[in-house]
């Protein structure tokens, strides 16, 4: 009985939400681009200061990643986000074109679904809201049942934040009693315009099914590549540093280290000074049985936990101050699950003889859960950074830096986002870092700039192929000016 009441509480509350939503999003949509860009600064900069306090109920209630890395994660949802937007125009003609008199006028897609992941409930809240009203839209969050409660407190800040600056009530919303009817109810609702899903794969598939325009996010099975040009010692600490940022909940943190027969005792020595433990052939055992379930499925329990926890529950015994676990393997696929996405500080490690078959390892790793998303090189030969960046199936190359926040745009030029598009690889729509650009329609404004006689005349100076009828081509040139008249 409790569960059918807790199911009819859920739905009419999304409802409830939708309806002001919508109300809200209609208001907002009249504003002007100074009046939003007014609330989305105030918005930025109550998160900022809500940083600290949301990382720490974050962790509390998720029990997953790291206090301090959780507070820079909110700090770049806010402050890196909001210096990337703030000067974006995202009202009325944001685009001129005088020579071809054509213009983008901007208009906002309504009201947005944003689904939160358990490894980042506050950051994507905090993220998603910002760029959400800086193109004009509400948004409504579906949090995570394990973070229902910090997210729902990110959702708030951000709302009081956005009303006190002048944005209408309700503009900002998030589902407190979260069940998979209300957020079906949330995705499949008429006045939902426009789903952002962050979360598994599941969440991200139903999104797609759901009949509404998606952007979702991939798995990032990330592959770093050691290339014998590399700084050995340089390239472990960015993998290192990646792997263990908020104990690897970041989807595009690196999951595999592919290095070189000729740089691999530098790679391996690199790895242990920093913390890495390689472990043997029977620990990799005791750490396939623990870190996968039966069905093949990740254990929930490792995620965004500390290496030495994870060794200790899988019945392995290392040093407390170690790092990363790190699975030498001689495969990859499902008779080998630690060559999977893991989020957490577990590395698969494979040695190869040249480039050639590091590009071809990479492909393989991607293809596993992976594609479309991201590939780490670190390398100083640049014909070997272009080949793989041309040939790979990721979205973003990221070079010499660490993958976790170079492919978010932390350490990199790529536009700052915590939804990173995986394009048609990946079974996404975009292979953009999605940002506010993303979330608006575009019409365009385009007057004539020649008459249809000077078009058919431009169409017969040129020179055609002989086997092209010109009798046809003046027929339906003529039924065009026809229609046009």
Known sequence: MMRIDKDLMSIQEVRNLIQKAK?????????????????????????????????????????????????????????????????????????????????????????????????????????????????????????????????????????????????????????????????????????????????????????????????????????????????????????????????????????????????????????????????????IHKLERYAFRPDGSLNPDIVGKPAAIIAERAGIKVDPDIKVLIAELEGVGMNFPLSREKLSPLLAYYEVNNWQEACELSKELLALGGMGHTLSIHSENEVIITRFALEKPASRIVVNTPSCLGAIGGTTGLVPSLTLGCGTLGGNSTSDNVGPMNLLNIKRLAYEIISPEKLKDQLFSMETDDSLNKEMIEKIIKEVLKKIS
């Open 23 to 283: 109300e809200a999003q209609e208001i907002l949509s009249t504003f002007s681009q100074e009046e939003i860009d007014k609330i989305v600064k105030a918005m930025a900069e109550e998160g900022m200061r809500a940083a600290r306090w949301l990382a720490k109920v974050a962790v509390e209630e998720t029990d997953i990643g790291d206090y301090e890395d959780k507070v820079i994660k909110n700090l770049f949802a806010t402050k890196r986000v909001y210096d990337n937007i703030k000067d974006l125009k995202t009202v009325g003609i944001i685009y001129s074109d005088d020579l071809n008199r054509v213009y983008h006028i901007a208009e906002p897609v309504g009201v947005i679904a944003g689904l939160a992941p358990t490894t980042n409930p506050t950051s994507t809240a905090l993220f998603k809201s910002l760029i959400s009203i800086k193109a004009r839209n509400a948004v409504i969050f579906s949090p995570h049942p394990r973070a229902v409660d910090c997210t729902c407190q990110a959702v708030e800040i951000m709302h009081k934040a956005a009303v006190h600056a002048g944005a209408p009530e309700g503009v900002l919303g998030c589902i407190h009693y979260p069940t998979l009817d209300a957020t079906n109810l949330l995705m499949k609702h008429p006045d939902t315009a426009l789903i952002l899903a962050t979360g598994g794969s599941g969440m991200v598939k139903a999104a797609y099914s759901s009949g509404k325009p998606a952007f979702g996010v991939g798995p990032g099975n990330v592959p770093a590549y050691i290339e014998r040009s590399a700084d050995a010692r340089k390239a472990v600490k960015a993998i290192i540093y990646s792997k263990t940022f908020d104990n690897g909940t970041i989807c595009s943190s690196e999951q595999s280290i592919i290095c070189e027969k000729e740089n691999s005792k530098e790679v391996r020595r690199a790895l242990e000074e920093a913390g890495g433990r390689f472990l043997s052939k029977e620990e």
